[in-house]
């Protein structure tokens, strides 16, 4: 499957309780259909000391929300992303502005 959202990319968050907020992409999970965005869905999580990490406690980290809930932002609007042939090259395509992403 070829990748519509990409690591790094700016998107939107559809649904939820971030509901309209922007973030970059830091990882995705193809196989669950799962990403991690910045500041988005920030829980809290319960961390025993280890030898990497000294001091335990409460820390708070990014979990990931479902790639659908998500839509990539160009030319700060969410829009839609499509695939064409441009030159013999295969590029995103911006549904809402109809011109390529990237390349």
């Known amino acids: 499957m070829a990748a519509r ?3 790094g990319d700016m998107v939107e968050v559809l ?16 196989r669950n259909q799962r990403v991690v965005v910045e500041r988005v869905n920030m829980v809290k999580k319960h961390q025993k000391p280890t030898a990497q990490q000294r001091q335990g406690g409460i820390i708070e980290m990014e979990k990931s929300i479902a790639l659908s809930n ?14 064409r042939t441009v030159d013999g090259k295969k590029v995103r395509w911006s549904r809402k502005h109809n011109e390529a992403i990237d390349g």
């Open 15 to 30: 649904t939820g309780k971030n509901k309209g907020v922007r973030g970059v992409v830091r990882s995705i999970d193809p």
């Open 70 to 83: 998500v839509a990539f932002v160009h030319e700060g609007e969410p829009t839609r992303v499509g695939f």
């Open 5 to 7: 959202i990409r690591t």
